[in-house]
C-alpha cells in the first residue's frame, strides 16, 4: 500500500491524472479497461481531467466501467454515470461505445446480474473474475467502498461480479462491484481528500480488515492512495507493508 500525498485536494487530483495517463503511456499498444467511482471527490478529478488534460490522454485506447450505481436514472443528480457523462466522458473524444454504464434506473437485481455479464465479456478474466487494469475507489466516512457499508461484508467475498447492496442511511438501493474483483485488478487506487476522511484514512492504515475499505486495501494486489495534507493527517505517510 503507497501513499501519494499531496497539499490540496485540486494538487491530488491533478497528480493522479497524470499518473494515470502515465500508466496508459507506458503500455503503448494496450487498451485499459478502467472502472470509475462516483461522488464528489472524483468530481473534481473528472473535471480537472476534461479541461486541462483532454489533449495528453489517449481515449481512443480506454474503456470505461462503473464500480457502484445509485439505483436512479442517469438524469438524477444522485447518478454516478449521470455525473461523469456531464464532466468526463460526455466532453472528451471517447467513443461512446467504449462507456459501459450500469443501468440504475432498472430493477437491480437484474440489472446486477446483466452488467456482470457485459464485464465478464468485456474485460479480460482470469480464474473466474475480471481483471481491470485500474479501479478507481472512494472511502466514505464510515469506511465504505465501492457501495459496500459496514454492516455487508459478505459483498467482500460475494462469489458475484456486482450485487444489489443499499446505504444504510437512507436506504437507497445501489449497484456495487464486489471484493473479489476489485482485489483481483491490476491496480487499485484510492482518491481520498479532505479533513473529514483523516479517520478512515487512518482506519485504512492500522485496523486490518476492519471495514470494507480497510479490508480492499490490505487485500489487492497493487494499492495506492492519493490523499490531501488534510486526509493524510493521521499517518505519517510511509508505505504500509501488504
Not at 460526455?90 to 446480474?113: H, L, Q, T
Not at 444489489?164 to 476489485?182: D, E, F, H, L, W
Request: glycine share 8%; proline share 7%.
Amino acid at each position: 500500500m503507497k501513499p501519494f500525498i499531496y497539499p490540496s485536494s485540486i494538487e491530488t487530483a491533478r497528480a493522479l491524472i497524470l499518473h494515470l495517463i502515465k500508466i496508459m503511456i507506458d503500455e503503448p499498444g494496450k487498451t485499459f479497461n478502467i472502472a470509475l467511482s462516483g461522488g464528489s471527490t472524483p468530481a473534481l478529478m473528472f473535471d480537472l481531467w476534461a479541461n486541462e488534460y483532454s489533449d495528453i490522454t489517449p481515449w481512443t485506447r480506454m474503456k470505461v466501467f462503473f464500480v457502484d450505481e445509485r439505483c436512479v436514472p442517469p438524469e438524477n443528480s444522485d447518478s454516478n454515470y449521470g455525473m461523469v457523462r456531464s464532466l468526463l466522458v460526455g466532453v472528451v473524444p471517447i467513443d461512446y461505445e467504449n462507456v459501459f454504464r450500469i443501468r440504475g434506473e432498472d430493477r437491480p437485481d437484474k440489472e446486477a446480474v446483466r452488467y456482470s455479464k457485459v464485464v465478464e465479456s468485456q474485460v479480460p478474466m482470469q480464474d473466474g473474475w475480471p481483471v481491470f487494469d485500474v479501479i478507481l475507489l472512494g472511502a466514505g466516512g464510515d469506511g465504505h467502498t465501492s457501495s459496500i457499508f459496514p454492516g455487508q461484508e459478505k459483498l467482500l467475498s460475494s462469489d458475484r461480479i456486482y450485487e444489489v447492496s443499499y446505504n444504510p442511511n437512507n436506504g437507497q438501493k445501489r449497484i456495487a462491484m464486489t471484493g473479489c474483483p476489485i482485489i483481483n485488478a491490476r491496480r487499485v487506487i484510492f482518491l481520498i481528500t479532505g479533513r473529514n476522511k483523516a479517520e478512515v484514512v487512518e482506519e485504512i492504515y492500522t485496523s486490518g480488515d476492519t471495514g470494507p475499505a480497510a479490508y480492499i486495501a490490505h487485500h489487492a494486489k497493487n494499492v495506492e492512495l492519493f490523499l490531501d495534507d488534510y486526509a493524510a493527517a493521521n499517518i505519517n505517510g510511509e508505505e504500509i507493508p501488504d
